[in-house]
């Protein structure tokens, strides 16, 4: 079983940055690839970032990439999401997931976190 619990979403202008966090409880947690989706309202929920468990290997949204950039601190326990660069089209909830399966991880996760609003403002 792993708990999952973002943070560090808000409100800012066109242009700036943020870094979300995901804190993970559970000891299993390294053996788990993370990711980032995001859901804008009245859309579906879409991949945004992934990282594998490990961390060698990451996969990005082609609207995110080179803007965003996922990372993992396993002593921590804890997954960021550096965004950069943002745009009001990156306004969403953004919620973390945690995969058992590389392969799936742009489609699917065991386990979500609850969700942190980040809001661009053009």
């Known amino acids: 079983q792993v708990q999952l619990v973002e943070s560090g979403g808000g409100l800012v202008q066109a242009g700036g940055s943020l870094r979300l966090s995901c804190a993970a409880s559970g000891r299993t947690f390294s053996s788990y690839h993370m990711g980032w989706f995001r859901q804008a309202p009245g859309k579906e929920r879409e991949f945004v970032a992934a990282i594998s468990e490990s961390g060698a290997r990451t996969n990005y949204a082609d609207s995110v990439k080179g803007r965003f950039t996922i990372s993992r601190d396993i002593a921590k326990i804890t997954v960021y999401l550096q965004m950069n660069s943002l745009k009001p089209e990156d306004t969403a909830v953004y919620y973390c997931?945690?995969?058992?399966?590389?392969?799936?991880?742009?489609?699917?996760?065991?386990?979500w976190g609850q969700g942190t609003q980040v809001t661009v403002s053009s």
């Open positions: 997931a945690a995969t058992g399966r590389w392969n799936l991880v742009r489609v699917r996760a065991d386990y």
